[in-house]
Each structure stands twice: as C-alpha cells, then as structure tokens.
C-alpha cells in the first residue's frame, strides 16, 4: 500500500453531508410548522437550539475541525472520554439534570439552551475505543486484550445509558463498537457472540422494563392501543400512506397539525414522507447509503488504524442511527427514539453529528491511492 499524502478533502463525501444538510434545512422547516402552530411550543427554543447552536455552530466546528489534524485527537482522547462520563453523571443531579417524557437526559445551560450529553458521549466513546484498539494491534483477537476491553466499554457504556433510560442510543453505540471491533481485527465468533449476548439481554431488558415490553407489543400489534402506546405509528402510517408516489408537496402535511407526536423530531420522516411521497423518501434513504459507503471508502483507504476506526465507528453511529428512525416509522422494528441524523430536532446531536464530520473530513485528507 503507498504512503498517504496530505490531499484536499474528499469531495463526493462533502456533497452529500451538505446533500442531507440541504435536505435537513427543507424538511425541519416545513415539520416545525406543525409544532409552532402549538401553544406550547417556545419558538426561541427552535431558533437557538436547532439554527444557533446545531445547524450554524456545527457547520462552524466542522469546518475548524476538518483544518486540524486529526491525530491531536489521540492525545485527549481519554480526556474527552471522562468528561463525557461526568456529563452523563451531571445528568442524574438535581437542578443540572432534567426529565422529559419519561427520560432524565438532558442537562440546562442557563437559561438559552440544553445539551444531551449521550450525544457527545457517542463522539467521545467512538475515540476513545478507536485509541484502545489501534493499540492492541494484533492482540484484538485475544480475550485478555480485545475481548475483555469490549466486554467493559460495552458495560460501562451500558450503566450510564440505560440509566436514563435510553435503550435506542445504548444499540447505536453497540452498533458502532461491533463494527469497529471487526474493523480491528476481532474474530467472528467473538462478534457472533456478542450479538447472541445482545439479544438476551434486549429480551431481559423487555421484561424487566415495561416501556420496552410495550414498544415490542405495539410493534407486533400496532392496533392494539391505538389511542396510547400504539398511536404514534399509527399516526405514522397515516402520514405515509396518505404521501403515496410523489407527496402532498412542500409544506402540506396534514398529520403535523396536532397528530403527529413529535413532528420535528422522532416521527419527521413521517412529515417528510407525507409531503414528497414515495419518491422523496427513497431519495432520502438513498442520501443515507452514499453517505455511509462513501465514508467507509475513507475508512478503506485511511492506512492509519486510529483513523480508520474513527471513521468507521462515526459513520455507523449516523448512519445505523438514522436507518434504526426511519425502519421505526416504517413499523419495521419498534419505535426507538433514536433521531434522523442532520434532519430531526435536537441542537445537541446536529452540532456533534456535524463536528463528526469534520473529523471524517480530515481524515479523508490521508487517504493512500
């Protein structure tokens, strides 16, 4: 393989960030509509979280972030790993943290915005373990060194989500660390084992915790309750169907004024497929794909193993993230809450998915021939 040189950054990846930012931009403005129509919604709440702070900021930091090489990131990223842990501690501390819907995940910042310290915990994870495994080197396959080492940042990763409780996070990052994990050098039964683990302790969790048995209930049965738990997807399906081929267009949805829960945020693609119908969602899904491949193309030709699991655990927390929100509205799995990358609301995981990027576009800098 040749030696990398410092190149422009990669083109065709750049196009579709800002593909799914345009996209984003188009789609929020249209689906807040629905909610700012609503008395309770604090329109300042809209402006600075998601325009200030995630769209402008995080565009700001993706670009500083792409200028700077992103080997400085080795040297804190153990640093950033404790800080977000203590973010996600701060969580549980009365008057820093607060609740909504059920979870205890968001932290005030004075009185301008909050900040959802899970999403900068994703970042810091995805760092600090592509430091861990680039060091092990050959030792990835050996319990003592690699398997072990996941087995800890998986439960320590665990406590601090579940806790909140946020089980769709927690898989995301499950998600990132396998992929990362095989990127390394794992041995496949280590992986398959995992996921057989995985998939006892999801069962486990389903009943042990109500809210996770009724998501699978209203999964298989989603006429079930169709004024609680089910309502949601049903809204959903509504809004979907009622798109058919090409959409209602721009703006018209019907199912964000007062049907859809969460119309900027969990259920958007539901608005976004209601207003540009079958083929605007495929189009959207397909922003995903090139997304994803193009990034792991970086991944593929970055020879430096701490960056290329770097990209490769960010790619997947977007890309597995934005895939797990679009297949719950879809009634493919259960109802996650896990946000539509660059489009849903959410300050916090705008400006750090945009901050990823830049990482990823620095990297893209090093890539062999």
């Known amino acids: 393989m040749s030696a990398p040189t410092i190149k422009s950054i990669d083109k065709p990846f750049l196009i579709s960030v800002f593909s799914l930012i345009g996209a984003g931009i188009l789609i929020f403005s249209s689906a807040s509509l629905g909610l700012l129509a609503r008395t309770e919604v604090i329109f300042k709440s809209v402006v600075i979280n998601q325009i200030g702070f995630g769209l402008i900021g995080g565009v700001i930091a993706m670009c500083v972030i792409a200028s700077i ?9 153990f640093f950033f ?57 050959q030792r990835v ?21 579940l806790a909140q409780p946020d089980t769709a996070t927690f898989g995301v990052i499950v998600f990132a660390a396998i992929g990362m994990y095989l990127a390394a050098g794992a041995r496949w039964r280590d992986v398959v ?27 298989l049965n989603p006429s079930h309750d169709a004024r609680g738990s089910g309502y949601q997807i049903q809204q959903s399906m509504i809004a979907i169907g009622s798109g058919q081929i090409t ?24 608005v976004a497929s209601e207003e540009f119908g079958f083929i605007g969602s495929v189009l959207i ?31 997947i927390l977007i890309a597995s993230g934005s895939f797990v929100n679009i297949a719950s509205m879809l009634g ?38």
Do not use: C
């Open 285 to 315: 899904v397909f922003l995903y794909v090139g997304f994803a491949l193009r990034g792991l193309k970086i991944a593929a030709r970055t020879s430096d193993p701490f960056g290329r699991l770097v990209v490769v655990g960010i790619v």
């Open 332 to 369: 493919l799995i259960p109802v996650s809450g896990v946000p539509l990358m660059f489009i849903s609301h959410g300050g916090t995981a705008l400006f750090i998915t945009l901050a990823s990027v830049g990482i990823i576009l620095n990297i893209s800098k090093y890539q062999t021939s």
């Open 247 to 270: 959409g209602r267009g721009f703006g018209q949805s019907v199912q964000k004024f007062n049907f859809l829960p969460e119309p900027i945020g969990d259920s958007i693609f539901a």
């Open 141 to 161: 396959a050996t319990y003592k060194y690699g398997t072990s080492a996941f087995i800890v940042f998986i439960a320590i990763t665990g406590v601090l989500i």
């Open 193 to 219: 084992m995992f996921v057989v683990a995985g998939i006892l302790g999801l069962a486990f969790l389903a009943f042990t915790r109500p809210y996770v048995m009724e998501r699978f209930e209203t999964f």
């Open 69 to 77: 090489n992103y080997k400085h990131l080795k040297k804190y990223a």
């Open 81 to 137: 790993y404790i800080a977000a842990i203590i973010l996600l501690i701060l969580v549980f501390v009365p008057h820093i943290g607060f609740a909504h819907g059920g979870a205890r995940r968001w932290i005030h910042v004075g009185n301008l915005f909050s900040i959802q310290p899970s999403e900068i915990y994703k970042i810091a994870f995805v760092l600090f373990f592509a430091l861990w495994l680039s060091k092990l080197k």
